[in-house]
């Protein structure tokens, strides 16, 4: 198991490497980490020395930056990345019912990931759909017009979908992603 | 050079106008869907699949074109069918199914399926056109104009609807007039403070230096607010055509949009228009063959709110963390990477092409002595018709909210009981917010208030970027601010004290007041910290961070003493104020609706078959509320939990086999 977490690191290692070879040169710190997100899903710890090293710039500066901007995330998010939307209009019509609903049926906070890595929650600002209020994106697809009851609906969908999946080859591929994903967490 | 411009410029357009014939007079039918964020998250591009896949399937002449918003999001997804025989006709609240319909009926039986339709979009003597409707009719479309009617994706249906027309007229009068131009119309900056645009031009003007910007502040990040978002996708064009003419007026040969992250369709609209304008030669080297030249790159915020602010917008720009710095030396002088620059906001920018294109005068004819032209409110939370809405300054919020908002809408219930129908609930307004996290909560007395930047700051709230939020009556006044104090408390950068730890210590009074911890007070206090903030904070996060609180503490403020003195919350909102309860003469013995919704099992049987509420396993979801039938309405919530009944005991007898 810590060899595939190895594995997976070094791998996400050469990703960045990869995306800083596309900048050639160009000092733009926060396109640099958006883009490394945008790939990877979270910003590593090792990904952020490499860029300090790349733009020759302070290692500080480099986390100063990321922390301070919301859309940077320093845990790897689950399979299923959900966001909550928490934006005026979504409050005054009880997203905030929402977001506990989800807290509650995945058995974590907003800001965590499930133990499997299957489910990541995180509650944002806006998405400017404040007319379909309250609003929940799942892995950037909006879902409008939410209830706390529909939760359920969706994590049974979920739960139907991979034992869809379960029954074809990629079954042992899932399992290889649990163990590792358990690994980390020891 | 002039008339090389002119030359160039009637060439482009004439290729337009012959690009948009194709599409929309040729033999067959037109189908144009509304496929911005709001439209693709109702099920747009569903809809859109499944025009395609009928007219395939029927073999019609019909073509599907995807195009922006029409501000109308309550009736998402929206499309518009223009066959050749009828008027353009515009239909509402599509399914893929729905669809599938409209068009065997529509094509197969000359059936228009009237009852989907909201209206025809031309004048005509067939069907009644959706402006005899005061959703449509009391509007006045200067900015959203083009938001729904042109293809955003392709420039041709810009230049054809006179895009770049500003552009040509302003490269042939010349850097002042235009600026002049902009000074006769009377415009001010859309972006929340109102600050004249012209002024602002002219100071950049007049700034010496080879190397000047303008950026272009998209990046709204006022929750419950989406008009950028919805020109950025809509009318994109609009927006380079205005960095053009700033960048002429002021001698700026590069300019940045800058868009926040959490809108990837905007930035992928605003980036392909960006490469057409060049294609095009209207953007680029020696712009239309005058000699001027213009660059726009777009770059994207991470998330900061703080970054509305424009030197801190800056500061993001050039790669460090966004927090504002003093003024002096304004941006004007000192701007990105210390060179003069110029900002507006999308609106703003928009708006400049459309009034060099159709005059000055024409434009300062709308509109107060004060305010000239339109105001674009994005109305949101609880009103009937949310969505987008220009209007002309000086028409009151009360015309707004429920002339064209349709007020406040019930809240529907239905009914588990077979045969009974849905009931709807009527529920009054309560206040409109307005100028987000910066504004304030306006309450029905001052609804007849003028719209216009200043008389809106009497009030106590500011105009901003044009966020409205409507609250209703299970909206808690109490519960709104802390809401704001939490977002602006989030978002301060963390440069100022005041702004920091005062908003933090705001935010604490407010959460104590909501869970019934308050004292008397507090109120004061509350009052006096804000003042203290508004002069201890550098930028207007901090200077209007208050206004939340010291506008529900001036309009409501029997709430607040509501939730201190009595720990009872009048609007039925903060949880720890509120409990949930059965009343035993209206629960029918049969039903266990709410029973099944309680995601808590706190909803046990009685030992006479009634139910009740567990109320230490309750989490006050409200779902046993809503599960339970209209015609029972059972389940209600009690303020302070001290007047709540006491409970009766379980059936023992039951236990485990209730819920089966």
Redesign the interface.
């Given at each position: 198991m810590n060899n595939d977490s190895a594995q997976e690191c070094m791998e996400e290692r050469e990703k960045i490497r990869k995306i800083l070879e596309k900048w050639e040169g160009k000092?733009?710190?926060?396109?640099i980490?958006?883009s490394i997100q945008d790939h990877i899903g979270y910003l590593p710890e090792d990904g952020m020395l490499d860029v300090a090293k790349y733009l020759n710039i302070s290692e500080s500066t480099v986390y100063?930056?990321a922390t301070?901007?919301?859309?940077?995330r320093f845990i790897p998010p689950g399979k299923r990345h959900i966001q909550v939307c928490?934006?005026?209009?979504c409050?005054?019509?009880?997203g905030g019912?929402v977001l506990?609903?989800w807290e509650?049926?995945l058995q974590i906070r907003e800001g965590e990931v499930s133990e499997d890595r299957e489910f990541s929650l995180e509650r944002?600002?806006?998405?400017?759909?404040?007319?379909?209020?309250p609003?929940v994106v799942i892995n950037?697809e909006?879902?409008?017009r939410m209830?706390?009851?529909k939760v359920?609906g969706f994590l049974l969908r979920y739960q139907l979908e991979s034992e869809g999946k379960g029954n074809g080859s990629e079954s042992d591929i899932n399992e290889d992603e649990k163990g590792s994903g358990d690994g980390d967490n020891d | 050079m002039e008339i090389m411009i002119n030359e160039r410029f009637e060439e482009l357009k004439s290729e337009a106008l012959k690009d948009l014939q194709e599409t929309n007079d040729g033999e067959g039918a037109v189908i144009s869907v509304g496929t911005a964020?709001?439209g693709?998250?109702?099920g747009a591009i569903e809809v859109v699949k499944s025009f395609k896949d009928v007219i395939e399937s029927m073999g019609i002449d019909a073509k599907v074109v995807q195009v922006g918003c029409h501000g109308h999001?309550?009736a998402?997804p929206m499309a518009v069918v223009s066959k050749p025989g009828w008027p353009p006709i515009l239909y509402g609240y599509l399914t893929p199914s729905r669809a599938q319909s409209l068009i065997r009926r529509f094509f197969n039986e000359e059936d228009p399926a009237l009852e989907w339709a909201l209206g025809a979009v031309d004048e005509n003597d067939m069907i009644p056109t959706v402006f005899e409707t005061p959703r449509w009719s009391l509007e006045r479309r200067w900015l959203l104009k083009n938001c729904g009617s042109i293809v955003p994706e392709n420039i041709n249906h810009y230049i054809a609807s006179g895009g770049y027309e500003g552009l040509v007229r302003a490269l042939n009068m010349g850097p002042s007039e235009t600026i002049e131009n902009i000074k006769e119309s009377g415009l001010r900056g859309l972006g929340g403070a109102g600050f004249e645009t012209w002024k602002k031009w002219e100071i950049c003007r007049n700034i010496p230096g080879d190397r000047k910007y303008i950026i272009c502040n998209a990046d709204?990040?006022?929750?419950?607010?989406?008009m950028d978002?919805t020109i950025l996708e809509s009318d994109p064009h609009s927006i380079i055509e205005g960095m053009i003419i700033a960048g002429y007026a002021v001698g700026a040969e590069s300019g940045y949009v800058y868009v926040r992250?959490?809108?990837?369709q905007a930035v992928s609209v605003i980036g392909s228009a960006i490469s057409q304008a060049k294609e095009k030669g209207v953007l680029g080297e020696n712009i239309l063959g005058s000699g001027i030249n213009f660059n726009i790159d777009v770059?994207?915020?991470?998330?900061?709110?703080v970054c509305g602010e424009e030197t801190a917008l800056m500061a993001?720009i050039e790669?460090?963390?966004?927090m504002p710095r003093p003024r002096p030396p304004y941006p004007a002088n000192s701007g990105l990477w210390g060179r003069p620059t110029l900002i507006n906001n999308v609106k703003t920018l928009a708006l400049v092409s459309r009034i060099l294109a159709q005059g000055a005068s024409e434009f300062s004819s709308v509109g107060t002595e004060a305010c000239k032209g339109t105001a674009v409110f994005?109305m949101?939370?609880?009103i009937q018709n949310?969505?987008l809405v220009e209007v002309p300054f000086g028409m009151t919020l009360r015309e707004v909210i429920f002339d064209i908002g349709g007020g406040t809408p019930p809240v529907i219930r239905a009914s588990n009981i077979a045969g009974e129908r849905p009931i709807a609930i009527k529920k009054s307004f309560k206040a409109v917010?307005i100028g987000?996290?910066s504004g304030g909560c306006l309450p029905d007395s001052l609804l007849d208030t003028p719209i216009c930047f200043n008389t809106i700051v009497e009030t106590g709230a500011i105009m901003g970027s044009g966020?409205m939020?409507i609250?209703d009556e299970d909206?808690c006044a109490v519960e709104?601010a802390r809401?704001?104090l939490e977002?602006t408390q989030n978002?301060s950068?963390g440069k100022c004290t005041f702004c920091r730890i005062g908003t933090k210590h705001l935010l604490d009074i407010l959460s104590d007041i909501t869970k019934g911890a308050g004292v008397m007070e507090d109120l004061d206090l509350l009052v006096e910290l804000s003042e203290n903030i508004k002069q201890g904070s550098l930028c207007n996060l901090g200077k209007t961070a208050p206004n939340p609180i010291l506008t529900t503490l001036k309009y409501f403020r029997e709430e607040y003493e509501a939730h201190i003195k009595e720990q009872r919350c009048p609007s039925l909102e903060c949880k720890d104020l509120i409990a949930y309860y059965i009343i035993p003469e209206k629960c029918q013995r049969a039903c266990d609706a709410c029973v099944g919704?309680c995601?808590?099992e706190a909803i046990y049987t009685r030992r006479d078959r009634l139910k009740a509420i567990d109320q230490e396993k309750c989490?006050k979801?409200?779902?046993c509320v809503?599960a339970c039938p209209p015609q029972y309405d059972a389940v209600i919530k009690i303020s302070p939990i001290s007047e709540l009944p006491a409970s009766e005991p379980r059936d023992n007898s039951l236990s485990g086999q209730e819920n089966t």
């Open positions: 000092k733009d710190l926060i396109a980490l958006l100063g930056v301070f901007y919301n859309h940077f928490m934006g005026t209009a409050h005054v019509k009880r019912t506990e609903s509650r049926c944002v600002n806006c998405v400017g759909c404040c007319v379909l209020a609003v950037d909006v879902h409008g209830d706390s009851t359920d | 964020t709001c693709r998250s109702a999001c309550y998402e709204e990040g006022d929750p419950g607010a989406f978002r992250k959490e809108y990837p770059n994207q915020g991470a998330g900061a709110f993001s790669g460090k963390r966004g994005a949101a939370g609880k949310t969505g917010q987000g996290p966020g939020v609250l909206n709104t809401y704001f977002f978002e950068c919704s995601p808590t989490v979801c409200e779902n809503e």
